[in-house]
Every structure is written in structure tokens, then in C-alpha cells.
């Protein structure tokens, strides 16, 4: 999946209250360095589908890589969620 189409499922995953459309990615408190990157993330002027990308500074903060991590891990999972019951314990 690339970068403007891992964005994309992103915005469709968080959903849209307003329009009606439940969310289905949910980002724990703990996930404290992507709450904190999400709301920075600027579009792109040269690309507007795409995010700009923003490297760390020399002391490791800041960034986008906690988004990117995000980006790649929704690449790497299917949008519905199966219930099952666990067994054998």
C-alpha cells in the first residue's frame, strides 16, 4: 500500500461523526507520540492527497514517524474484525 492510499484508509478508518460514519480505528491514551503527531500532520502543497513528511530533529523529537508506523500497520490489516471465542483453557 502506498503512502496516499495508507492515508486514505487512515481518514476512512477514523470515520465521520458528522456525516454519520462510525469509527473503526480507535488510538489508545497510550499511544502518547501519535496522539501527539496526528493533529501536526499538514498535506502535502506539492502533493495535497499525500502527507508531508516531516523528519525528527537531531535530538530524536518530533517527527511523523509514529504516523507512519500507524500508516503501516492499518497496510498490514483487514478492515473488519472477527470475533472469535477462545478455547482450551
Known amino acids: 500500500m502506498g503512502r496516499v492510499n495508507g492515508w486514505a484508509e487512515i481518514l476512512h478508518r477514523l470515520g465521520d461523526v458528522a ?3 462510525k469509527p473503526t480505528l480507535f488510538i489508545h ?3 502518547a507520540r ?4 496526528l493533529p ?3 498535506h502535502d502543497p506539492n502533493r495535497p492527497e499525500d502527507v508531508l ?3 525528527a530533529d537531531e535530538d530524536g523529537v518530533g517527527g511523523d514517524d509514529a504516523a507512519d508506523a500507524l500508516r503501516y500497520l492499518v497496510a498490514t ?3 473488519t474484525v472477527a470475533e ?3 478455547s482450551g483453557w
Not at 501519535?34 to 503527531?37: A, D, Q
Open 34 to 37: 501519535l496522539v501527539e503527531c
Open 40 to 42: 501536526t500532520l499538514q
Open 53 to 55: 513528511k516531516v523528519d
Open 19 to 21: 456525516g454519520g460514519v
Open 77 to 79: 490489516k483487514a478492515r
Open 84 to 86: 472469535r471465542k477462545l
Open 29 to 31: 491514551r497510550r499511544c
